[in-house]
């Protein structure tokens, strides 16, 4: 961390504009920009990157670029706010499959390719609210197979998962097997923004029909900048993404021994009460032990499925989970009593 932080410090920070003050488009970009998009196409060894303001910006400026009317948007069940909100704005008839389950998507492209000039799958890799993991290569299989496009919003995994940090794609080892590759920076980078990894005609394509991108005042390039720096130590982190990986997989196993529903293989770890009193009674025990847990509660997440969702650092120890646990045990323990869950 010393020597992360000494090149931090080495930096000079007053050489780069605090403000962009207009879209790229027009008179705000820099060449910041330029420099991160190409850092970050060079790590997934691809043509092009694109940047945008966030990844719900991304979202909300790909999908009703990418597509038109006379095509078809498949997407999986429990995609994000932000994918189904992108999904709306677009002219392209929509079509959504049950969660990861890639036999209803096959039954529905069998059914439906035919019909359509152009289709997309699209889905995160590392789903927001349960943690659970797609299978990339299913999804590959079937974007092969039936002449698609694949679109996989990398929001939860980037930093997280593979050698480099680059995302589930690498994991899987799939990257040079998905058009679109939305990599947000909000998360595990610490930073503002996302990049859409794709190759150049894609990216010449929502340069000029992204919405989001070209009707927006670009982000700061100090922003960028720090971006920049922070994208730089993610092949470093390769202990610490070690280190999350074993703190969860403890604290997963621990929750389900108490009889709660796990279906996380990640470092997002649902606690699912059920009823939105449980998650709330939950919250406010753990927020007594200096936890902050708040409660997701419908329409967020599905009625009867209200949560808190734990989300781990590399750093924390089993030692300052313990009095957690002690709570979630209390808890599953008076929820059976009210038979408000089925452990």
Sequence with gaps: MDSFYGKLAEQNWTDFRLGAASSRLLGGNHELYSQLESVVAKSY???AALLFNSGYHANLGVLPALTQKGDLILSDKLNHASIIDGIRLSEADVMRYRHLDYTHLETLLKKYRHQYRNVVIVTE???SMDGDLVDLHALVSLKETYNTLLY???AHAVGIFGNKGLGLCEFQNVIGQIDVIVCPLGKAVASYGALVVTDELIRNLLINRSRTLIFSTALPP?????SLHVWGQLPKLTERR???RENSLW???QL???GWLMPSSSHIIPVITGEVKGAISLAEKLESYHYMTLPVRPPTVPVNQARLRLSLTSSISKQQLLPLLSCT???VKHLNQQKTIQP
Aim: glycine share 4%.
């Design 222 to 226: 100090v922003q960028v900048q720090w």
């Design 152 to 154: 996989v919003d990398e």
């Design 256 to 258: 389900e021994l108490q």
């Design 125 to 127: 890799s590392v789903f």
């Design 242 to 244: 070690k280190a999350l």
């Design 45 to 47: 060894n691809r043509e």
């Design 251 to 253: 604290l997963r196993s």
């Design 329 to 331: 045990g209390e808890i």
